[in-house]
């Protein structure tokens, strides 16, 4: 009697490790589909990254960096108004996007109760999740449309909108970790509220704004969409922004979609350029991140 | 000062001039920044104005574009937008969840911040840059790789029927896809890393495996959010440009055929806009970007509701 009570309890016991065990393998199993996952996510970035690499490293010299585009048909040429104007669209849109970005932020860190402020807030989410082209269309509307002239200076208009949402919310969050006792002490000292946040909140909070503002240009770097009827490209130099310009993802996305081999090597130079960009201004963005997290009081 | 009267506290902390001046500027800037979203708003309706006008509801269910003849019919756009946005998030979630949770669970710390950092490099890479790779990369192997394959297999349903030309819909989707897993990743593995770990301890101790832990508690436990990362990587695929007009074949129609041609709301925009000659024109490509404006706000609206109820709102998305 006793022994088949033991036998009973062995065969359980048996029953529930087979059970473990095979717990234990489906863990395993699951466990490296989750890693394998998390590894293709990965390997497509390297893979993307690698081919532009390979392809677009022979494109790169110092003409391709200095000069005009050429005529089809002539070889050699370069993306040189592209890069200049990105920078000067870039520099605009920065320019204007800081000002406002900031002031709203300060706003909202500061006066942040009530229907109003999280009236802007559900804006500044709103803003931040309307597509591109979207936007390329109001600048279109606004500055294009009255004026009957394509311009740099309405790409511009196009990437301060694009920027401000996250400008918008980083300051915010910026502003508020940086602890009441800071604020109150420069107060206590005498200073007015209005040097009290120039002089000693913005500064504190300053790595993280500037993480948002690296991330911001990075986003606007590879956008091309409103790009297309403001900006609209251009064969020379121009360096008025009340002109078309040039722009080197728009330069990419052209040649790409030519038939013209000579162009489409091109788009690989250009593509790998903006690539290298939005790669130096994200890894400086977290550079500033760990230094904004170092800063935390 | 907490028991000084609310209004006079007011008056107490922005009492000298300077300060006064200086709300003043915060006030305009903030109001600068509410003008332009509500300008944003304004002149796309006015903008479309004359095409709602022309075409009333009939623009979103009619299937006829054609400029030449002044017909516009935006139903095929619609088709091409959610059918190639919904092979995108259903090739991007499953990926981007799991290696969300592979984050949040499983990896090794030396591991977990690599791996992190290069999937949210992949969300920085240019639009124009995954078109370009489209192009010359995916859309070569869709036509004589994953295409004939699938039409081997799957030929016999209408969805992988018909000629493959490389480009269309199923590489529109599948470009979107890699555009947007990390999208899902980032915000599902913030979601995974806020749900409290007292769970995560209650679980292991009444002794399931890690596996278990992760699937049967945690991943239920931040449920709403996760589905909130997928809605909202979903609105970024319905208003993405560059790289879809590149690889999706640019024609407008309807199809079944996953290999067909088809167009987006954003690429018709993107293609037509600068050649778009009457005014009847221009006003109906608005309305498709007003369209756009629409979804994309109730789609980030939705999916910012169902994060923060797991995450709270205090970071961007």
Redesign the interface.
């Known amino acids: 009697m006793a022994s088949s009570s033991e036998g009973l309890a062995s065969a359980q016991l048996a029953l529930r490790y087979a059970g473990l065990r095979r717990?234990?393998v489906?863990?395993?199993l699951?466990?490296g589909?989750?890693?394998?996952?998390?590894?293709?996510?990965?390997a497509?970035?390297?893979a993307?990254?690698g081919?532009?690499v390979a392809?677009g490293i022979g494109s790169i010299n110092w003409e391709f960096l200095t000069q005009l585009p050429h005529p089809i048909g002539v070889p050699g040429g370069g993306v040189g108004n592209g890069i200049a104007g990105s920078f000067i669209m870039i520099g605009i849109a920065t320019a204007m996007a800081i000002?406002?970005?900031?002031?709203?932020g300060?706003?909202?860190a500061?006066?942040g109760r009530g229907p109003i402020p999280e009236?802007?807030r559900f804006?500044?989410?709103?803003?931040?999740?309307?597509?591109?082209?979207?936007?390329g269309?109001?600048a279109?509307?606004?500055l294009v449309a009255p004026l009957k002239h394509f311009s740099a200076f309405s790409a511009s208009f196009a990437f301060m909108?694009l920027m401000?949402?996250?400008l918008?919310?980083?300051s915010e969050?910026a502003i508020r970790t940086v602890p009441q006792v800071v604020r109150e002490g420069a107060l206590a000292l005498g200073m007015?509220?209005?040097?009290a946040?120039?002089r000693i909140v913005i500064p504190t909070a300053m790595p993280a704004i500037m993480t948002a503002l690296l991330?911001a240009i990075?986003?606007v770097?590879?956008?091309?969409?409103p790009l297309?009827?403001t900006a609209?490209g251009s064969q020379f130099w121009e360096f008025n922004p009340a002109n078309p310009m040039a722009e080197l993802?728009l330069q990419?996305?052209t040649y790409?979609?030519s038939p013209y081999p000579t162009w489409?090597a091109q788009?690989?130079g250009g593509?790998l350029l903006?690539?290298s960009a939005?790669?130096i201004?994200?890894v400086g963005a977290?550079l500033m991140l760990r230094r904004s997290q170092g800063l935390q009081l | 000062m907490d028991n000084l009267e609310p209004r006079f506290r007011r008056v107490a902390?922005?009492v000298?001039p300077?300060?006064r001046?200086?709300?003043a500027?915060?006030?305009?800037?903030?109001i600068?920044?509410?003008l332009?979203?509500?300008?944003?708003f304004v002149?796309?309706v006015?903008?479309s104005w004359p095409s709602i006008a022309a075409f009333k509801f009939s623009f979103i269910w009619k299937s006829e574009w054609d400029p030449v003849s002044n017909k516009f019919g935006a139903l095929p756009m619609i088709y091409g937008t959610v059918v190639s946005s919904f092979i995108a998030i259903a090739l991007a979630s499953?990926?981007?969840i799991?290696?969300a949770?592979?984050?949040s669970d499983?990896?090794p710390r030396w591991l977990a911040n690599p791996?992190s950092?290069?999937?949210?490099?992949?969300a920085?890479?240019?639009?124009?840059?995954?078109?370009?790779?489209g192009?010359?990369?995916l859309a070569p192997f869709v036509r004589t790789g994953l295409g004939p394959v699938l039409q081997h297999v799957l030929g016999w349903t209408p969805l992988f029927a018909g000629p493959i030309y490389g480009v269309g819909l199923l590489t529109g989707g599948i470009i979107l896809s890699?555009m947007i897993?990390?999208t899902v990743?980032a915000i599902s593995r913030d979601i995974l890393v806020a749900i409290p770990r007292d769970l995560r301890e209650a679980s292991m101790a009444v002794g399931t495996?890690?596996?278990?832990m992760?699937?049967r508690v945690v991943l239920p436990a931040a449920r709403v959010g996760i589905f909130g990362a997928c809605v909202?990587a979903l609105?970024r695929a319905?208003?993405?440009?560059?790289a879809v007009t590149?690889v999706i074949g640019n024609r407008p129609q309807i199809s079944a055929s996953l290999f067909a041609p088809s167009y987006t709301l954003?690429s018709v925009?993107?293609n037509e806009?600068?050649e778009a000659t009457t005014s009847l024109y221009i006003s109906a490509?608005?309305e498709l970007?007003?369209i756009?404006?629409f979804v994309?706000?109730i789609?980030?609206?939705v999916a910012?509701l169902m994060i923060w109820s797991v995450r709270g709102s205090?970071?961007?998305a």
């Open positions: 717990r234990r489906y863990a395993m699951g466990t589909l989750a890693l394998f996952c998390a590894l293709l996510a990965a497509v970035l390297l993307v990254l081919y532009v392809q000002p406002i970005g900031l002031l709203t300060i706003y909202l500061l006066f009236a802007l804006l500044s989410d709103v803003l931040s999740g309307i597509p591109s082209i979207a936007i269309l109001f279109y509307a606004v909108m401000l949402p996250l918008v919310r980083t969050q007015s509220n209005f040097r946040t120039v991330l990075a986003r770097t590879g956008e091309t969409a297309l009827f609209f993802s990419v996305f790409a979609i489409q788009a690989w593509a903006l690539i939005v790669c201004l994200s977290r | 902390r922005f000298s300077v300060d001046g200086f709300a500027i915060v006030y305009a800037g903030s600068l920044f509410a332009l979203i509500i300008g944003l002149e796309l006015l903008g499953f990926v981007g799991m290696a949770v592979y984050l499983f990896a791996l950092f290069l999937i949210e490099l992949l920085a890479v240019p639009s124009v840059v995954y078109g370009l790779w192009l010359f990369v890699l897993v990390p990743t495996t890690k596996w278990e992760a699937m909202l609105g319905l208003g993405e440009t560059i590149m954003a925009i993107a806009f600068t490509l608005i970007g007003l756009l404006f994309s706000m789609v980030n609206g910012r205090d970071r961007t």
